[in-house]
């Protein structure tokens, strides 16, 4: 890190960021603020170059059109693809998924170029998936279940370079027969999971995290309170 502030990258929050997924840039920030690292959250528009400096990046969900908008910016400034290609984590929810890798279908059948960081595809299915999804995670680093609400039309198919992240217990996930939900490649995380993701899986935020810090393990957060309304509320389980 340049200084000692983490600093988020929170992309394209003008046109990708449905069901509230920015808040997944305020999870990141408040648990390393509790951590005692500063920390600050930097906005990315579509009127801002996209710097391939910052710590960490987030983006999120999008419907079809603004998906696309967000994909032609994202080849233009290419500062996501330096950034993941020096280690910088990324979070790529729903539509980012689909933007970070090699191509997709929108629901009228048009095929659009990806910027090719997840060596993923990703085709429009018969019935849109919408609901709870709870899966388990299946990558290194992360032991409990993870939970969120899916909302696209899109089947994601991982080529041979990307892992899944979790194998669906509920739910749709990638929705391409295979049983698994999301995608990883390098430092980059994908998942359909809205909820925002890292408010209702905060083992993911801190696998992040500590990724972002370069450390192998983080001192676990005791939040008794947020614990008890996570259970109630968001990480909802079957
Ligand atoms: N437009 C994409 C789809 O339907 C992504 C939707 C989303 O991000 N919620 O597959």
């Not at 983490?6 to 603020?33: C, E, F, K, S």
């Not at 925002?196 to 990724?211: C, F, G, T, V």
Request: charged share 20%; with cysteine; glycine share 14%.
């Amino acid at each position: 890190m340049a200084d000692s502030t983490v600093r988020i990258g929170l992309v394209l929050p003008d046109v990708m960021g449905t069901y509230g997924d920015g808040g997944n840039a305020l999870i990141l920030r408040q648990r390393l603020r509790m951590r005692g690292f500063d920390s600050e959250i930097v906005e990315i528009t579509l009127n801002d170059e996209v710097p391939e400096s910052l710590d960490m990046y987030t983006l999120g969900g999008a419907e079809d059109y603004a998906q696309r908008l967000a994909t032609r910016h994202l080849t233009k400034y290419p500062g996501l693809q330096r950034a993941a290609e020096r280690g910088a984590p990324v979070l790529a929810i729903c539509a980012a998924i689909q933007v970070l890798g090699h191509w997709y279908e929108t629901s009228s059948g048009e095929r659009v170029d990806g910027i090719g960081m997840l060596d993923v595809t990703t085709t429009p299915q018969e019935n849109r998936a919408i609901g709870e999804v709870i899966t388990t995670p299946v990558i290194a680093g992360l032991t409990a279940q993870l939970t969120g609400f899916e909302n696209h039309r899109g089947g994601t198919t991982l080529g041979a370079e990307a892992a899944p992240l979790a194998r669906v217990k509920f739910g749709v996930g990638n929705g391409v027969g295979d049983g698994f939900e999301g995608a990883t490649q390098g430092s980059v995380i994908g998942t359909y999971m809205h909820g925002p993701a890292l408010a209702r899986n905060p083992e993911l935020a801190d696998l992040m995290i500590s990724r972002a810090l370069g450390v192998e393990k983080l001192e676990p957060l005791e939040l008794p309170d947020v614990e008890q309304l996570r259970r109630e509320r968001l990480a909802v389980g079957r």
